[in-house]
């Protein structure tokens, strides 16, 4: 998009947030060797947001007109007027900074055409029938999603930016003693189909080991039911850091009531727990969810939520920062042009640690090690429960037999009390989507961690 949003800075008489936002998807599936989905659209618009005495007025349209441009801000000026008129807020602080920010991770390759990212798919799946023939069942999906946004606020603040992501699902199913069994796994992450597709043997060996994991389930045994030592992987980890304590610690679900609001200062987990929402870097490293600039023109900063098993810091957005009397934090996004940014994360991870994942697994005379995520959920208590499609017993410190799909549950501020190991390695994967309220695309990850939790099974 290349728009000079400059022009409407003319009609804003209130603080204002001023973005025009285009989100452009392509999804191609096939399933048993038959293209069942090949879609390709975008989804595009302008929104203006108008604070008023701490109150905001928001207006809409998918017409990119300048006359309708210059009606909704001032629709949304007079929704503000209105409920700043009822209001009874002290002096609002809508922190005002000048800057300038483009960031794109555009390919620099040569577009691919619609033919040619189906025919991607197709070497994956051909692929699998060539060396997996015994299959009971098969399916590919490739989803790609480009955000570009272009943001102007009154106070100066300028960003245009467009964070592309490409996805890639595979599911396998085999006959198993019990029935049918399957496994699967979301592989790429930021960037457009060029640069993360751009050579399709590099996700053979990921296809792999998906195979050897459907091989091992087809012998898995139930778990034990009860408590249990378990080792729990960076995509486990992962979603409990996100799903149980993420959302806990996001500032608007503290402010209506969320358990972390009694917590902070107070020790929530093991010292060896550092759980951070990184904004766009880590370790030298562009993390899967790249954010530099918010949807509200806030610079986006890492926010250190626990550390060494203390809780410091919320998520925040303008609004909350004003409750709190902190600063934001640069967590507001917003999905779509007619949605208004809310407190989301961006890169939810716990840091790594000193421990070898080799020594974690040798540490455990008997328990489990989860290796992969399927649904589930977790509420403003920290209370969890996330079903788990691919785990190994631990007997006598070595990885066993598979053991059948389960669940794992618990309180995550308890959970994480009793984290006793925590590896050196680290991964964050942006491969998923967050439903508050809105879709919106997170990271989530970190090492593997060895805790005590409720697990289901026999």
Known sequence: MRYDISQFARHFNLYTELRFQENRVTSISCNDGTITTNTKSANSGVSARVGYKGRSGFSSS???????????????????????????????????????????????????????????????????????????????????????????????????????????????????????????????????VEDVLDNPQTFYSKIDKLHQQLLDKKEAVYAKAGFADVILNADLAGILAHEAIGHTTEADLVMAGSVAGDYLNKKVASELVTLVDFAHEAFGEILPIPVYVDDEGVIASDTTIIEKGVLKNFMHNKESANHFGVAPTGNARAFSFSDEPLIRMRNTVILPGNDKLSEMIASIENGYYLMKRSNGQADATSEFMFGVPVGYEIKNGKIGRAIKDTTISGVAFDVLKTVTMVSDDFSCAGVSFCGKKQMMPTGMGGPAIKCKLNIGGK
């Open 62 to 192: 998918s017409v990119w007109a300048d006359d309708t441009v210059a009606v909704i801000i001032k629709e949304a000026e007079s929704h503000a007027l209105f409920l700043g008129s009822k209001a009874n807020v002290p002096e609002y602080n809508y922190f005002p900074k000048e800057f300038k920010i483009e960031k794109s991770f555009a390919t620099t390759k040569r577009r691919y055409s619609q033919q040619e990212i189906v025919e991607l798919v197709r070497d994956l799946d051909n692929y699998i029938v060539r060396n997996f023939p015994n299959l009971k069942g098969r399916s590919v999906m490739l989803v790609t999603l480009d955000m570009e946004k272009v943001l102007l606020t009154s106070t100066k603040s300028y960003a245009h930016t467009l964070t592309p992501r490409t996805v890639v699902s595979i599911v396998l199913r085999a006959e198993g003693k019990d029935g049918m069994i399957s496994v699967g796994d979301r592989m790429g992450g930021l960037g457009q």
